[in-house]
């Protein structure tokens, strides 16, 4: 038993010495890593002490940008790192001595352990604090820093969640009293189409769930006045487009219309064919008679009401084609109906898939168009107030970033102040805000020849492990890709994903120090 013990023992050992051997390597300041992991296992003590360890190697605390997912993860991390500082100023000069070689792995010299004792006063009397924030709130800063360029107010306010909900639902309303105010307007005529397709209770959930898709609704719609009731959002081209496209993914033809698909589908069936097979269902087995009573229904009937038989007679409850039209003996019996019956439902199938594919084509424009104005009467309501919500916030920075008026300069400004981005929670990160934390490390890249004093910028970012985020990656280093492989790196971070993504089994390697560069990743 105490064998048994003892061997536990000494494999925990193991598995704790190569897990902190990792996890020093992921908060070395040399490596560009990204770290995946799951909960609780320690991702937040990487970042902590890469922090440490960058301040620790002389790197200022106003060039560390640590970017949170929540305020309250900024809140932790930030009081993790002074605590920590702020305890090596009362520690022992052994058990500093300790913590700093079980924080690097080597033995510090006098310089490092008398740098570690002055980096609490630094920290707390750095001009604008130590950054570690949410994206929201560096997105919101750097705005106000640069508003012209933004093209946003200055000294603009931030709208909380409430506001905004209470905003959106006053351009809601505005948007429904002119839609029924003419419904021969095409606004009129996509709040008919909508309405037709949801429940009362589910219509304010879609159109609220479609006017948070502003990146489609962006190119539907121009800045309008609040006090004009002409419908701005009423581009012919921009929605003509859209239903193209749409189309397109629905496998409808550019020329199919319900109002000609609808009377194909009720004359599928001859009305001489018609009674017939009504008459010979009627003297089969129990399923026939009830499938001849459906079909009788369409005899000398109007459109709705054959399409409504036929569907009936076709498909099941599920929507599915219906296996067996007439039982086998009545098939054999009447060969020639069967196959005509067979012909019958493969064609009123295939219709039925366009016309529902349409239906949902026609859905959507209108529900877009719908979302498309009341966006528009958003973006008026907010403008008068010189108010931005948090969306609007990630949207102005990256269009600013992406802008190539401004983007050099604003830039240039942040290059000359920020050297390493740690993003925590990466994989919560959407496509928008990757496209600013890309564009920052962006910069990096372009000092790749600037000399040792800048050879050490590094980025880290460290997520969950789940479905978005099963891999380890690394961004790559300065000086080692070409500019071709650094405008593919970029524009894979705007998707979302690191740049490079490895395997979750690749390790972290080391070049040569003289070369300055690091590959990091970090597993439990």
């Known amino acids: 038993m105490g064998t048994l013990a003892s061997f536990v023992a000494a494999d925990m050992d193991r598995v704790v010495a190569a897990t902190t051997g990792l996890q020093r390597q992921a908060a070395d300041p040399m490596a560009s890593a990204w770290v995946a992991a799951n909960a609780g ?22 060039r560390i940008l640590c970017l949170t997912y929540t305020k309250a993860a900024a809140a932790e991390m930030s009081t993790r790192v002074f ?32 740098l570690a004792r ?28 640069f508003p012209l360029e933004a093209g946003v107010p200055p000294g603009f306010t931030i709208l909380d969640e409430a506001k905004t909900n209470a905003l959106r639902r006053d351009a809601i309303d505005a948007t429904l009293r002119i839609a029924t105010s003419d419904r021969d307007t095409p606004l009129g005529q996509a709040l008919l189409t909508a309405v037709r397709y949801a429940a009362d209770d589910t219509f304010d959930t879609l159109l609220i769930q479609a006017c948070g898709n502003r990146e489609l609704i962006a190119q539907l719609v121009v800045p309008r006045r609040q006090d004009s009731d002409r419908s701005d959002s009423d581009c012919h081209e921009a929605f003509a487009d859209l239903e193209a496209t749409l189309r397109g993914m629905f496998t409808v033809a550019p020329d199919a219309d319900v109002s000609a698909l609808r009377p194909a589908m009720a004359d599928v069936f001859d009305d001489e064919t018609l009674r017939q097979l009504v008459g010979v269902l009627a003297e089969g087995s129990v399923t026939e008679v009830k499938a001849a009573s459906i079909l009788r229904t369409a005899l000398g009937a109007g459109q ?19 296996d067996d039209l007439m039982t086998k003996g009545t098939a054999v019996a009447y060969e020639r109906l069967a196959a005509t019956a ?21 859905a959507t424009v209108a529900l877009y168009r719908l979302a498309a104005h009341v966006h528009s009467r958003f973006i008026a309501l907010k403008s008068n107030r010189a108010a931005l919500d948090f969306d609007d916030l990630i949207e102005r920075t990256s269009a600013l970033f992406q802008s190539h008026d401004s983007a050099s300069w604003v830039l240039y400004k942040l290059d000359g102040g920020i050297d390493h981005v740690l993003v925590d929670e990466a994989q919560d990160t959407s496509p928008a805000q990757w496209r600013i934390v890309g564009a ?34 690394a961004r790559p280093s300065p000086g080692r890709y070409s500019q071709s492989a650094m405008r593919s790196s970029r524009s894979t971070a705007s998707k979302a994903l690191p740049p490079r993504c490895l395997p979750p089994t690749a390790a972290i390697s080391r070049p040569s120090h003289a070369a300055r560069d690091a590959l990091g990743t970090l597993l439990p």
């Open 41 to 62: 296992t320690g991702k937040t003590h990487v970042l902590t002490q890469r922090v440490l360890r960058l301040l620790l190697a002389g790197t200022p605390p106003s």
């Open 83 to 114: 605590d920590h500082l702020a305890g090596w100023v009362g520690l022992s000069s052994d058990k500093l001595d300790a913590d700093l070689t079980r924080m690097t792995g080597t033995t510090p010299d006098a310089r490092t352990v008398a």
């Open 118 to 145: 002055t980096l609490f006063t630094a920290a707390i009397e750095t001009p604008g604090g130590f950054q570690v924030q949410t994206i929201h709130a560096f997105a919101e800063r750097l705005l106000q820093r």
């Open 304 to 322: 709705s009401t054959r399409i409504a038989a036929f569907r009936g007679y076709f498909l099941t409850g599920k929507s599915t084609a219906r």
């Open 342 to 362: 067979t012909r019958a439902q493969a064609e009123f199938i295939r219709l039925h898939e366009t016309a529902r594919a349409l239906d949902m084509v026609n």
């Open 440 to 473: 920052i490390v962006q910069e990096f890249f372009g000092d790749a020849g600037a000399g040792p004093e800048r050879a050490g910028v590094g980025r880290i970012g460290v997520g969950r492990i789940g479905a978005d985020a099963a891999t380890s990656a």
